[in-house]
Structures are given as C-alpha cells and as structure tokens.
C-alpha cells in the first residue's frame, strides 16, 4: 500500500451510478430517478454539483429552445441549422431525439423557478436569435441543481473519477469506477450496473492566447478536463468526430460571447480601416468548400475562415461595431448585462483596458481550439440511437448507449450531435437515465461483478504520482524542481506546445499536415511514457495529475482523427495543409476511432452518415 497506507477505501454500491453532476448529469440524475423510483441513484462530481461544470458562473441566454409550443420551429428545422452548421455531419437521429424533448426541459426549469425573459408584446419567451431564449441565469446551476440533489440517492461532492471499472464476469460491460477524495484522498470505488458519463468537455489540450498570469482565462471552463472522453476511450468506447474542434471567435483578452451582440442587439464586425470583409473571402472559400459558402446560415467555421484570412492579409484587428447600438440606453444595459450574467471577466477586462464600448469598438480575436460536444461542434463517444428513429446501424441496444455494455453518456461526451447547449445537454441526460433505467430492469439478476484485483491495481496506479513526490523531493534543486519528476503544470505545458505546434492551434494557424501529426504522435507518445513519473505533492496536485492523464488520451485521439481525415471540413476550425479541400466524395462520413489499453493501438474506421431529415 506504501506511503499512504492511512487513506481510507470507501465502497459505494448503486445502481445508476452518474460521473459528473454538471448539466447533462443532473438531468440523467432527474430522470434515472422519475423511471427508476426503486433505483439507487448515486453522483459523483469533482467539484460541488451547486456551481460545477460549464454553467458555474450562470448563463445569459438557453440556446437551444425550439418553441413548439408556438410553432416557432420544429425538431427537423434544428436537425436542418446543425447539419448545415457541421458542414453536413450530425448524427440526425440523436440532434431529432434532443430537438423533440428539448421544449420539455426549459419547461422544467421555468417551474423550478429559473426567470426567463418574455416578450411583453407577445407573452412569449424573449427570443435573442432563432433558437436561443433569454435567461435571467446568474443561479441557472443552483436551480438545476437543486433538482438532481432531489432526485439522488446520495451526490458524493468533491471525487474525482479517474477509471471506469469493468465486470470480471463479461467482456465489453462496464461495472462501475473508482476516483478519489480530492480533499481526503480517500478512494473510493463505486459498483454499479449502468453508468452514465456527463463529465464535460476539454479546455486546455491547446496552448491557450492567455498564458503565464493569464493561464486560467480559457473561454471553455479551465475545469473542462477531458474525463467525458478519457474514461471512455481507456474503457475501449468507439469515439466519432474527435478532430472536430471548435474555434470561437470572442472579445479579446476575456472571452465574451458575442451571440447577444451579433443577434440582439445587431452590431457587426469590420477590420481596422473599417471596412466589411467578409465577402472578400468568398470566392477564396468556395476554392476550398464549393457551394458550402452558399449555405444560409453562413457555417460558423467559414466565418472564422473569413476572419483569419482578412487578419493575415494584413487588415486586422477585427472589431465589433458597438458604439452605434451602445447609445442607445436600453441595448448598452443589455450589453454590459450579458457579461454579468455569464463572464464578468471580460466586463473587467474591459474597464481594466480603457474600453467603453460607447467609445471604442472593441477587438475581437479567435480562440484556441476546443474539444466538446455539446456547443458548436460535435465530438465524443459513438452512441446507440433512439429505436423510433436511428438507423439499424446506428442501434445496438438502449438509447446513448455507447459500444460497451451499460455504459452511457450525455451532453458533451456524446458525439455527433451539436448545438445542444446546456438545455439539450439536460435534455441528454434525461435520455440517457431512461434508457439506463431500462437497460437495469432488463439485465435481471445477472449484475456486474468488480474484481477485487483491478480495483487494487487501480488504487495503486491513482495515488503513485503521491509516492512519486514523496521519494523524488529528497533529490529537489530548487523550489519544487526534482529531476526525477515531472510535476502537473510542467506536463499541462508541454501538451498544450505539442498540440499548438502539431495539430493545429493558433501557434500554427491552426494548421497541420501529415508529417507534423506524426510528428506530434511520437511527442505524444514520450509524454505519455514520462506521466509515470509525474509527482504530485498533495491531493489538489493528484488531481491535477489526473486531469492532465485525461488530457493527454483526449489528445492523442484528437491527433489520431486529425491524421485520418484526409481533407480540410472545416477551415475556419483547423487546415490539413495536405489536402487543402472539403471531399464529400471520400469523406462525408463520420470518423470512428477505438483505442486499445493493452497495446496502446488505435483502430480507425468510417462510418456513414443517413441524412434522415430532408
Ligand atoms: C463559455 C461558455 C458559454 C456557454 N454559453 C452557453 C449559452 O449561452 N447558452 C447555452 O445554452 N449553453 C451555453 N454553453 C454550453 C453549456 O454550458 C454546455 O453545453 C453544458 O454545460 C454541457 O453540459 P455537460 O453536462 O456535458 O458538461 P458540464 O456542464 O461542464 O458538466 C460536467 C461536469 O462533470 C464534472 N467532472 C468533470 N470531470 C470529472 C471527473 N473526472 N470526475 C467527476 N466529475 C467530473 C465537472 O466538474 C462538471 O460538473 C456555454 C458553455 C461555455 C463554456
């Protein structure tokens, strides 16, 4: 047991076991709970499911809200905006399945007392852009929250999950997990017969534009560590579209969203002499995607295309027209507004900088890439789809299902299905905890086993970077410089070069090519074989430690379906500078990868994409 022998193993037993008490995991708590009222629903969250994941500091608008109620839009118009959005590759049978339920769920959170704005005129809820409804949402989480600590039999705050378990009795079926106590470090490990992964999705694999002081300003949660895609992989999950990052184009310096300003309150973006751009690009980009640039709404990706090229071309910085709309009193309390809702950072970023958008319009720039697949990009594992509508071979057994036995996933763990957002990230897990419930009713009395053995392998494996610490700071030079460890921050920084340098990130232009993912690969792979030495000096670093393991395999995943799409989908996101152009003749399909713990191989393969909706 070695060093720390004085940790206390804890054993919980349940039958739904939920990772991550974020938005996805609250609505399969919620729902788990509604089918299965016998069942023993368990949580497991690293943080505190109060104020965790994405949604911590609140939201300003829902962005996923159809109004069916008012024949606004339907499902198959929402299948219609993310299909064109991803340049044609969503897995439609999932976003029709999310799109269907979605009004349901904002309907829930309204009852459980989220304010949400409405149309004086018409009673409606106040609409900031086709499909996004505006939120008084500063306790957006809390609600949501409040709602899942109902629903649980037990939410264990604070643990972080760092493998899933699988039953010793059956091949490809999960079984539960194990994590630690990031304030105890007690471990613990968790028995279960169906388990749903709603761990978030993954800020920092890429070097971000904020580095040094700056570092945790990232515009996706600092928090987002990987484990929704990590934990599958490792477990032996099929993984879809995992090249598919996402780059946002935000406010300099803080990240601020510029959906509000863009939709409601109708600024636009010009260069630096003034002048529109956009339209400059199009015949560059239509070189590159064909008639795609002539897709209404213009894909996000292609605006990004726009903006970059204008900024090389020498005319940047780009910014946002503010100071027409911000006289008027009524959109300039909007504008400051919706960065008190969601990221006051760039409110201070702003007064810190001399900047009143009155006065002065503000630059915009482009972020680093972002792996996640609940926003505008669609990464994560390859799931099991509805039984009314899913292809036969998009179905293998219960909704979300992912290709191991009883193990589930929502909101940004689940692939191919974007634009969900937080709404539809609930409205997953509500799908999700139903089809879990059902796959425990059917499973009878022939329930997973844990080995005791994996489980003490893993215990051993979890807190090695603590023995790593203790021995190697005997030999430390300086500070907490040892050479015979490698700490948390120093492999965090060395990914985040690795990625930006080789797989496309703002250091490269987002730019790569086959001979620098390779490249990258055989980089990955030596940091992969130096993280057994990486020493952790208290728990806080343990679970540093973990969060960068669950990087480095969500990364090396990324490269690998970064190296097999042999064409660039979506410039703007990131270029294959070997094969310059979209080809819808090879390469409208989805990319399936599978990774192999024991020989640490990757399997590639594509799979079809059905256009269901016309
Ligand atoms: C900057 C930003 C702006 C956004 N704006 C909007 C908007 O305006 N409107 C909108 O509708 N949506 C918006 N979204 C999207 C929305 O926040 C996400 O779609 C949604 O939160 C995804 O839900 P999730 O449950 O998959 O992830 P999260 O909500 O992030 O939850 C993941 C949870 O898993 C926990 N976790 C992670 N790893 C582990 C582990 N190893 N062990 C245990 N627990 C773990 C985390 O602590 C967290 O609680 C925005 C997101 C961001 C980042």
Redesign the pocket.
Same mark, same amino acid.
């Given at each position: 047991m070695g060093l720390f022998s004085g940790r206390k193993t804890i054993f919980v037993d349940s039958d739904v076991l939920v990772?991550?008490?974020? =938005? +996805?995991? #609250?609505?399969a708590t919620y729902e788990s709970r509604y089918w299965g009222r016998d069942k023993k629903v368990v949580v !497991? %969250?690293?943080?505190n499911?109060e104020r $965790?994941?994405? !949604?911590?500091?609140g &939201?300003? +608008?829902?962005? #996923?809200y159809m109004g069916m109620q008012w024949d606004e839009n339907q499902p198959e118009d929402h299948v219609r905006y993310a299909r064109n959005d991803l340049m044609g590759l969503v897995r439609e049978d999932l976003g029709y399945d999310i799109a269907r339920h979605v009004d349901a769920t904002v309907h829930l959170f309204e009852e459980w007392g989220l304010p949400i704005m409405k149309d004086p005129e018409t009673g409606r809820y106040l609409r900031e852009g086709k499909w996004?409804i505006m939120i008084h949402?500063e306790s957006y989480?809390p609600i949501v929250a409040e709602a899942a600590r109902k629903a649980a039999t037990k939410i264990y705050n604070r643990?972080? !999950?760092?493998h899933l378990l699988m039953d010793e009795t059956k091949a490809n079926r999960v079984a539960g997990a194990v994590?630690f106590n990031v304030r105890t470090g007690d471990f613990y490990v968790f028995r279960a017969k169906a388990v749903i992964v709603?761990?978030?999705?993954a800020?920092h694999i890429y070097k971000p534009r904020a580095v040094g002081e700056g570092m945790g300003r990232t515009?996706?949660?600092p928090?987002? $560590?990987?484990? +929704?895609y990590? &934990?599958p992989i490792l477990a032996g999950a099929k993984m879809t579209q995992m090249e598919n990052r996402i780059v946002l184009t935000r406010f300099k310096d803080g990240?601020g969203?510029v959906?509000a300003y863009f939709l409601h309150l109708k600024t636009y973006t010009e260069n630096a002499y003034g002048n529109e751009y956009e339209s400059t690009w199009y015949e560059n980009t239509k070189a590159i995607v064909g008639d795609y640039i002539d897709h209404l709404p213009v894909p996000t990706c292609l605006r990004n295309h726009a903006f970059l090229e204008e900024v090389k071309a020498g005319r940047g910085p780009i910014r946002m027209v503010t100071k027409e709309a911000f006289q008027d009193p009524h959109k300039e309390t909007v504008g400051w507004e919706n960065f008190l809702g =969601?990221?006051i950072g760039q409110a201070v970023v702003w007064a810190s900088q001399n900047i009143d958008p009155k006065e002065i319009n503000p630059e915009l720039t482009t972020s680093e890439p972002?792996v =996640?697949?609940?926003?505008a990009t669609c990464s994560g594992a390859w799931a099991s789809g509805p039984e009314d509508y899913a292809p036969d071979e998009y179905q293998w057994g219960y909704n979300r299902m992912m290709t191991i036995d009883g193990l589930f996933g929502?909101?940004?763990?689940i692939g191919g299905t974007a634009h969900? /957002?937080?709404?539809? $990230? /609930?409205a %997953?897990?509500r799908i999700a905890g139903k089809a879990a419930v059902k796959y425990i009713d059917d499973l009878g009395k022939e329930v997973p086993q844990v080995s005791e053995a994996e489980y003490q392998s893993l215990e051993k494996l979890v807190f090695q970077p603590m023995e790593n610490y203790e021995v190697g700071r005997n030999e430390i030079v300086a500070g907490t410089v040892s050479p015979s460890y490698l700490l948390p921050i120093h492999g965090l920084q060395r990914l985040e070069k690795i990625m930006d340098e080789y797989v496309g990130g703002i250091g490269s232009n987002y730019m790569t090519n086959e001979p620098l993912l390779t490249r990258g690969l055989e980089h990955l792979q030596m940091l992969k074989e130096d993280l057994d030495h990486i020493g952790a000096e208290d728990f806080h670093q343990l679970q540093r430690a973990? %969060?960068l393991q669950?990087r480095v395999l969500a990364s090396e995943c990324v490269t690998q379906h970064t190296m097999f799409r042999k064409e660039t989908r979506w410039p703007g996101y990131y270029y294959r500078g070997d094969h310059m152009k979209l080809d819808d003749t090879d390469w409208h399909c989805f990319t399936l990868s599978q990774y192999d713990r024991n020989s640490g191989n990757w399997e590639m393969e594509k799979a079809p994409v059905y256009h269901i909706v016309d």
């Open positions: 990772i991550g008490g974020g =938005m +996805a995991g #609250c609505g !497991v %969250e690293k943080a499911i $965790s994941g994405a !949604v911590a500091q &939201l300003y +608008a829902i962005n #996923c996004q949402g989480k643990i972080m !999950v760092t994590g709603a761990a978030g999705g800020s515009w996706y949660a928090w987002s $560590s990987a484990s +929704a990590a &934990l990240y969203p959906g =969601m990221t972002y =996640m697949g609940s926003h929502a909101g940004d763990t969900k /957002f937080s709404s539809g $990230s /609930f %997953e897990g973990w %969060e669950h």
